[in-house]
């Protein structure tokens, strides 16, 4: 496995930052927030003093029910190409849901959701992840992701479905240990068994990131330090392997850079004593085993002479015969304490099938207010509803800064609103054109220098033809009102 070192998820607020920190051996950039055509100078610069650069998918949705996009996958080979990049990354999550496979509107989550633990989701991202495979030019590996919801039904463990995952596509992993605490608090899973359980050899790199907890709930903000329990992790992963790359993530809420620095210290310093001391550990137990091996053989070779004289006596008194059935074999159907080797996953296509209504359901439930499929914790569901909409705010803030500085401190709540009733159909920025549409429409903003200004910003972008299926002419007669009023 390619060694990478430490590095820092590189974001343009902190590139300056990023640039000048000691010790970078290698950044992780959001693949979606690159055009290969226009890479951001500081990107080039750290190239050119030979640091990686390893483009991070969020959009591609392995593992959704649809096929990956074509066009989604050569973006992502086109940033790896431009990058120089040794291996692209996407999550082990499902962000859309809908179309064709069920006859209903495509729904944009805006944010990455847990797929089920079951043989139809495996079945449908093993095939997604080879699909992926064959379309990169260079090596994928895939993110375990927190979850602040569980499925009903599941039929493995986090560390069986990953270790499934890799033995039937050759797929490497990244494993989040901010992730693996996050699904502790929600979900009571244990990340040591799962770390007992995955594939450690399979790893590329690690994510290290901060988050809070509220009412019970973990939230994975990457806008908050790195806490104890998540170092606690990585020692332990650290423990059973070295990983061939750590990387600090953080998206929001940037620190000063000397702090950044500190928490890159303390991430480095974590894994090299977890090594220290695996390693002095193993000289020990080399030490130990090379001499109670020996031991071993004295007492074997004495016992063994026993046993020989002690079976001939028996032998002889046996008259050579065995009764029926003990020939030294297990049982038949027996697997001497180990599971039975797993059955043959499902057809794709019919797992595709069952697992886009699944998927339907729960996202509806999530962004347009249709009832809990069965068997989900309704008041869990509320809270990742939320969640989902307060990042899409987050999120179209950011594509679109003009609306929250034209809105002011009433940008958000507006928003909110909006999004209550309005599932995410397409990206962000058509979700920021629509927000306007809908603020303009509403006629609240009349006669005021807010509404002018929305009014310009929503006609410089929405082009000379009107967006599909909206309601044009009755937009502009609205928009040209506000503009007569000035």
């Known amino acids: 496995m390619r060694r990478l070192g430490t590095g820092i998820g590189w974001r343009p607020e902190i590139a300056d930052a990023v640039e000048a920190m000691p010790g970078i051996d290698w950044v992780e950039a959001v693949a979606e927030n690159v055009c290969p055509g226009h890479l951001p100078d ?37 940033r790896a190409l431009a990058l120089g990049s040794p291996l692209v990354t996407e999550h082990i999550a499902f962000v859309r849901a809908g179309g064709d496979l069920t006859a209903t509107q495509l729904l944009e989550a805006g944010h990455l959701l847990p797929v089920p633990r079951t043989r139809d989701a495996l079945a449908v991202l093993c095939e997604n992840v080879r699909i992926a495979q064959d379309a990169l030019p260079v090596p994928l590996a895939v993110e375990n992701i927190a979850a602040l919801i569980s499925w009903p039904g599941e039929e493995m463990t986090e560390g069986q479905f990953l270790y499934e995952l890799v033995e039937r596509t050759g797929v490497r992993l990244l494993i989040d240990v901010a992730n693996l605490h996050t699904n502790h608090v929600n979900r009571g899973e244990d990340p040591a068994k799962a770390l007992d359980e995955l594939p450690v050899e399979a790893i590329a790199y690690v994510h290290v990131a901060g988050g809070f907890e509220r009412d ?48 890159l210290a303390t991430i480095r310093a974590t894994v090299e004593a977890a090594g220290e001391l695996t390693g002095g550990l193993d000289t020990k137990a080399g030490e130990l085993a090379g001499g109670l091996g020996a031991k071993a053989g004295e007492l074997a070779g004495g016992l063994g002479a026993k046993a020989g004289d002690l079976a001939g006596g028996l ?61 989900f914790d309704c008041a869990r569901l509320k809270v990742q509803s939320h969640a989902l909409a307060a990042k899409r705010a987050d999120v179209v803030a950011k594509v679109a800064p003009e609306l929250p500085d034209i809105l002011g401190g009433a940008y958000r709540a507006d928003f909110l609103a909006y999004a209550h009733a309005r599932p995410m159909t397409g990206g962000y920025r058509l979700d920021a054109l629509r927000f306007a549409e809908h603020l303009l429409l509403a006629g609240r903003l009349e ?40």
């Open 42 to 78: 500081s990107l080039l610069r750290l190239r050119e003093r030979g640091v990686e650069v390893v483009p991070h998918g969020v959009s591609l949705g392995l593992g959704g029910a649809d096929r990956p996009d074509e066009g989604r996958l050569t973006a992502l080979a086109e």
């Open 216 to 263: 019970g709930v973990w939230h994975d903000s990457h806008a908050h330090p790195v806490p104890e329990p998540v170092l606690a992790i990585l020692t332990d992963l650290a423990s059973r392997t070295t990983p061939p790359g750590v990387l600090l993530e953080r998206d929001d809420n940037f620190p000063e850079p000397a702090e950044l620095e500190r928490e």
């Open 315 to 375: 032998g002889a008194k046996a008259g050579g015969a065995l009764p029926k059935g003990a020939c030294g074999g297990l049982p038949s159907g027996a697997h001497g304490g180990l599971p039975a080797p797993p059955a043959d996953l499902p057809a794709p296509a019919e797992a595709r099938q069952r697992a886009a209504l699944a998927q339907v359901a729960l996202l509806s439930a999530l962004v347009a207010g249709t009832p809990a499929p069965e068997g």
């Open 447 to 486: 006669g005021t220098d807010a509404g002018r200004r929305l009014s310009d910003w929503w006609l410089e972008r929405s082009g000379p033809a009107p967006l599909p299926r909206r309601p044009a002419a009755r937009l502009l007669r609205a928009t040209r009102r506000i503009l007569s009023g000035r």
